[in-house]
């Protein structure tokens, strides 16, 4: 039955060869990066493709909001007359959150990591950068036509 | 320069975005995205923050055109949007499956948390001419609702101007 609903779907999904890799990177990025108490992976229009949690988060949330925070740093930043908002910080008290534009050709998407406060921002910002760039060649990989 | 402000809700795809972009004096600040949720609507680009569009009454005043994303899991905006609002302007698309239900369901939800004035605007009825305007009539009727409520084209800037147009005269009615 769920199959049969499934097909009838016309929402755009990434393949699940996709997800099966995205997931190591995300897997990768963890253990690589000291820190990070959540990674999650968002389509941009706000859905979650893929996640890994040390805390109990709504992913579902997370990836809705982190989607509309990204895309008003974007429209701020067009506005000041800047270009390519690639990520944005934000600092709170007992954490951090990083929100960053992952530019796939095909299925755009956003990566948010949630890090306790005592982090090296320069290592999380590598950690990203490391698993965006083999992110976007996954999308080429498994979402060309 | 007095500031005011009225905000644009409404399920996905009734218009918001191009209500704002037809009405507005200013290039319009928008997040629209690519749309993966195609079930829910076909169009390609779909509001995830909010559109930003001014109308220039006069020297002295311009009123704030805010548009909100209609999709649920964005509900978390809507109250930060509507605060301070001068009144909210809902847009029904008259062709989608549920009309009515989309209007009830955005007027239940924005009672809890908006308590100023409230529009409505049913956009694109000649793509469904067959269905009755009176059925929103209908319902406010047996809801004991007593709003504004007017078929536009969205693409027409009159027609939008009418909707804002309202608010203040509402307003000014006390």
């Known amino acids: 039955m769920n199959a049969l609903f499934e097909s009838q779907s016309n929402r755009v999904k990434p393949a699940e060869a996709y997800l099966v890799a995205a997931k190591e990177v995300l897997h990768e990025l963890i253990h690589a990066t000291s820190g990070i108490d959540g990674v999650l992976l968002a389509t941009t229009d706000g859905f979650e493709v893929s996640s890994i949690f040390q805390k109990d988060y709504d992913g579902g949330k997370l990836s809705a909001v982190g989607s509309s925070i990204l895309a008003l740093v974007q429209a701020l930043t067009n506005e000041a007359q800047l270009t390519g908002c690639r990520s944005v910080i934000l600092d709170a008290q007992d954490g951090k959150i990083m929100i960053s534009a992952v530019p796939n050709n095909h299925q755009p998407m956003i990566a948010i990591v949630v890090t306790k406060q005592q982090v090296l921002l320069g290592q999380i910002m590598h950690g990203m950068n490391k698993a965006i760039n083999h992110l976007v060649e996954l999308d080429q990989q498994y979402h060309s036509k | ?174």
């Not at chain 2, 609507?41 to 009123?63: F, P, Q, R």
């Not at chain 2, 409505?120 to 793509?127: A, E, I, M, P, Y």
């Open chain 2, 1 to 174: 320069m007095q500031r005011l402000k009225i905000v644009f809700s409404g399920p996905m795809g009734a218009g918001k975005t191009q209500a704002i972009a037809s009405l507005s004096d200013i290039d319009v600040v928008s997040t629209e995205v690519l749309n993966t949720d195609l079930d829910a609507h076909t169009k390609a680009l779909t509001t995830v923050g909010m559109d930003y569009g001014e109308l220039i009454l006069d020297e002295g005043t311009s009123i704030g055109l805010y548009g909100t994303p209609g999709q649920e899991r964005f509900s978390f905006i809507w109250p930060i949007l509507s605060q301070g609002a001068l009144g909210v302007i809902i847009l029904i698309d008259h062709s989608a499956a549920d009309p009515v239900q989309d209007l009830a369901r955005y007027l239940a939800t924005f009672d809890k948390i908006y308590q100023g004035r409230i529009i409505v605007g049913v956009s694109q009825v000649d793509r469904l001419p067959e269905r009755p305007f009176e059925i929103y009539r209908n319902w406010l009727l047996e809801n004991n609702r007593n709003l504004p409520i007017f078929p536009v084209d969205l693409r027409h800037k009159d027609d939008v101007l009418l909707l804002v147009e309202t608010i203040i005269t509402a307003l000014e009615q006390g």
